[in-house]
């Protein structure tokens, strides 16, 4: 295939050697690959709290959040975290660890989270934060967080905390199992999005 993009009309089928549905133009044989996006983002630190910043936009609208967002073409993770940052949060933060690597196939997103400690505690709202601020570990807002990944981050940052090497965390098992037997059960209306109140956290 020389082309980058289709010269004729596409189709929904399985191309030859392939075993999944693709849209493939008749014409020049193009096939338009979708593959799952990648989210970058930060567990921001000042001393003892951790910055989260209230959702400004859809989905989530009004529910807490670590920096986080879609990696740009030509950027390493770590830049794309840095990036993020500066513009949800108007922060700069130094990266010390690759934190976790969150798989989420419902939505087909893969999450590399990184630790990070704020350069200087100035701060302020991106046009996609209506708030935002520095919470200590109690003073965490548990029930008004965005996603179960921001859940997961957040623990996983208080596992490794005071470590200075550890292995990267992943999606927890029991969301995965949990996901597993959803779908075996037919129940297509589940969503990764959502914080339920029976252990996302």
């Given at each position: 295939?020389?082309?980058?993009?289709?010269?004729?009309?596409?189709?929904?089928?399985?191309?030859?050697?392939?075993?999944?549905?693709?849209?493939?133009?008749?014409t020049c044989g193009f096939i338009h690959y979708s593959n799952p996006r990648i989210v970058v983002g930060a567990?921001?630190?000042?001393?003892?709290?951790?910055?989260?910043?209230?959702?400004?936009?859809?989905?989530?609208?009004?529910?807490w959040t670590m920096p986080a967002g879609y990696l740009e073409e030509n950027e390493t993770?770590?830049?794309?975290?840095?990036r993020e940052t500066?513009?949800?949060?108007?922060?700069?933060?130094?990266?010390?660890?690759?934190?976790?690597?969150?798989?989420?196939?419902?939505?087909?997103?893969?999450?590399m989270i990184y630790r990070g400690r704020l350069l200087r505690p100035e701060y302020g709202c991106g046009e996609e934060t209506e708030e935002i601020?520095?919470?200590?570990?109690e003073d965490i807002p548990w029930n008004e967080l965005a996603f179960p990944s921001v859940h997961w981050a957040l623990k996983h940052d208080r596992e490794v905390a005071g470590l200075s090497e550890f292995a990267p965390?992943?999606?927890p098992e029991?969301?995965?199992k949990r996901r597993e037997e959803t779908v075996l059960r037919g129940a297509h209306h589940y969503d990764a999005n959502i914080v339920t109140p029976e252990g996302n956290r």
């Open positions: 295939m020389s082309n980058d993009k289709p010269s004729g009309p596409t189709k929904v089928r399985v191309p030859a050697g392939d075993d999944r549905p693709r849209l493939v133009c008749d567990i921001c630190h000042w001393e003892e709290r951790i910055l989260l910043c209230r959702r400004a936009i859809e989905p989530r609208r009004g529910y993770t770590a830049e794309g975290a840095r500066r513009e949800e949060a108007l922060a700069e933060v130094e990266l010390d660890a690759l934190l976790a690597v969150y798989d989420i196939p419902r939505i087909n997103q893969v999450q601020d520095l919470f200590r570990w965390r992943s999606t029991e969301w995965l």
